[in-house]
């Protein structure tokens, strides 16, 4: 059960009542929202103001109305009406106790399905192959891997799309190399490494390296003759082509390793080169509606304002046309884009089409869009599900010691080892303490470090407002204490450890759940939290935002260790109330490790 959906359930009539709108009875029940300072309740109604503006009254009049017609409930302890026409709202600690208590048998914990179910295309990761890795794409993935679970486990069909940048300017690179530089008896052995090391070695060659490749003129012989070979490979020159293929899957060979880790497992990898072969039709489509035009040799679909540049002026009014075939018969990027779109349409018939793409392709995905609607997909959401930079200490753009793109998979390691040094720490502290810690074999301590590592590089990721930029900080991110990872992983196993400690089997209480007694105000608390789960994922899953749902796990660790002081669990006054505290314990462990399940978080049962 969802509270706020159980709440604004037993508010409709009484609001239906005195709306002057019917249809706008869903609007004002939105204003039903956790209370601000819980000693006002556990939750606040402040539709009463915008009530009492339609119908000319005075809002706490309006607002007692309300609660005069609420029908009885047990569920409620009475509402009150506060100050300009506040309704403050708090649940009967019978309602609380009988709610937790079915909550244990369910193995959903308390989330329905989604009312209305969809299908979502997410087009997530889209690294550039036969390039080292880029951070920007390891949020991509991470960020998309927790919304295609967030999703799915509301119940939706959802669809992983992998639009892999394997067509590219990166490409040249490596032919060039190949033809140039390459040692066959290292390609031969291992070409991932091989073609890693051509691509390091090409672009040392070049005068300047910048971070893209860039297509635009250049003086850089190198450069040149790099960008040579990819025209020649768009052109279908039958060698290169060849070449690609051969190099294709090594190139996807390099990125496997980093996405086992990361167990991130994509439905599909259609990459540009899948689409390549239908970009004439869709030029040739575009021209033939009147959605594109031709203008000095390009074609162009117009922008908003209907915008066709022929002067270097109009290229760059705000919302700029789009080009799909450049003047040298080149497609681009956006004619790619609109190709996959028309390929998700018949494939699978989304309602939403995600694309969980860096913000500083906004104005790429707008435009995108908006042609999109024109060329007749009117009736999906399009979402551009965008996110900030990853920075360094020193609040730039991240970058590793070696400059430039970064190496993800050493990034990974330096987490873990990050990971690793804290754990032994903190190993050595609680044995020292006589806690009850497992043997650390090197292959247990392996496994934790990972866990803990990876863990913990997402869980930094995903626990701010996606929107932002943050800063990478491997010594943070690691840190035992705070909204990180490793606390939650800490908590869960701590839940798992009561349980070992007296060889108690937790079955009992998820099948046969005893009582829920909650006396104290920490257990109270905790129930409620325990029961608010359903609203979290509610509410990453209406706006695509996983921080919600971290942000939740931290309102829960720190209800559960407000809990853990003053409640004594194994050493509870009655073998009533020790039930009932085990029956939370239990269910706090299950949605711990449920809602980094959710984010793609891993757990082990002893640190
Ligand atoms: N490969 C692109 C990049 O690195 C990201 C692809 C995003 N997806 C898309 N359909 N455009 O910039």
Not at 348 to 362: E, G, H, N, S, T
Request: proline share 7%; aromatic share 8%; glycine share 6%.
């Amino acid at each position: 059960m969802n509270l706020l959906t159980h709440l604004r359930t037993l508010f409709g009539p009484a609001v239906g009542a005195v709306a002057p709108d019917p249809a706008k009875v869903p609007d004002y029940l939105a204003a039903i929202k956790p209370a601000g300072n819980p000693e006002h309740g556990d939750y606040q109604a402040n539709f009463a103001m915008a009530l009492a503006k339609a119908a000319g009254r005075k809002p706490p009049e309006v607002a007692k109305d309300i609660v005069a017609a609420l029908p009885p409930t047990a569920d409620l302890d009475p509402p009150t009406v506060a100050g300009p026409g506040f309704i403050n709202l708090k649940f009967s600690s019978a309602f609380l106790a009988r709610a937790v208590q079915s909550l244990a048998t369910d193995p959903r914990l308390g989330t329905p399905l989604a009312a209305l179910q969809k299908t979502f295309v997410i087009d997530l990761s889209g690294p550039n192959v036969a390039k080292p890795l880029h951070v920007g794409h390891l949020r991509s993935t991470i960020i998309g891997d927790a919304l295609v679970r967030i999703l799915r486990y509301l119940g939706h069909t959802v669809v992983g799309d992998n639009h892999l940048g394997d067509w590219g300017t990166q490409f040249g690179i490596l032919l060039y190399g190949y033809k140039h530089h390459r040692d066959d008896a290292a390609f031969a052995a291992d070409p991932v490494r091989e073609l890693a090391r051509l691509y390091i070695a090409v672009r040392k060659l070049f005068k300047q390296v910048t971070d893209d490749d860039d297509e635009g003129p250049t003086d850089d012989p190198v450069k040149k003759a790099c960008q040579e070979e990819t025209a020649k490979l768009h052109a279908g020159d039958p060698e290169n082509v060849a070449l690609w293929r051969t190099f294709m899957p090594a190139c996807l060979e390099m990125l496997r390793p980093i996405y086992d880790r990361l167990d991130v497992h994509i439905d599909h990898a259609l990459g540009e080169s899948f689409y390549n072969p239908m970009l004439p039709s869709v030029v040739a489509d575009l021209l033939a509606k009147g959605i594109a035009a031709e203008s000095k040799g390009a074609v162009v679909v117009p922008n908003a304002k209907g915008v066709i540049p022929q002067t270097d002026a109009d290229q760059k009014k705000e919302e700029p046309p789009a080009i799909v075939r450049k003047r040298d018969g080149a497609f681009t990027y956006t004619t790619t884009d609109l190709a996959t779109i028309r390929h998700r349409m018949d494939t699978w018939k989304p309602d939403a089409m995600l694309y969980v793409v860096d913000a500083r392709q906004a104005l790429h995905f707008k435009t995108l869009f908006a042609n999109a609607r024109r060329w007749g997909y009117d009736g999906v959401e399009f979402q551009h599900v965008q996110f900030g930079s990853i920075l360094g200490k020193d609040k730039k753009p991240f970058q590793t010691r070696a400059g430039g793109v970064v190496e993800l998979s050493a990034l990974l390691d330096e987490a873990a080892d990050a990971a690793l040094t804290k754990y032994e720490a903190s190993y050595a502290d609680r044995k020292a303490h006589g806690h009850d810690v497992p043997e650390l074999t090197d292959a247990v301590k392996r496994d934790i470090a990972e866990v803990v590592g990876i863990g913990a590089v997402k869980y930094a990721d995903l626990s701010g407002n996606r929107t932002s930029d943050y800063v990478y900080d491997p010594d943070k991110m690691t840190a035992t204490d705070g909204n990180t990872a490793s606390y939650m992983q800490y908590a869960y196993a701590r839940c798992c450890a009561i349980f070992r400690k007296e060889n108690i089997d937790p079955a009992r209480f998820r099948t046969d759940p005893p009582a829920v007694i909650l006396g104290e105000p920490a257990e109270r608390a905790l129930a409620l939290q325990l029961l608010r789960f359903p609203e979290a994922i509610d509410a990453a899953a209406a706006d695509y935002l996983p921080h919600l749902i971290t942000g939740y796990l931290w309102d829960l660790a720190k209800a559960y260790s407000v809990f853990f002081e003053n409640c004594p669990v194994l050493k509870a006054a009655t073998p009533e109330l020790r039930d009932s505290r085990l029956l939370l314990v239990d269910l706090v462990g299950r949605t711990i490790r449920r809602a980094l399940d959710l984010l793609g978080i891993r757990v082990v049962e002893r640190m």
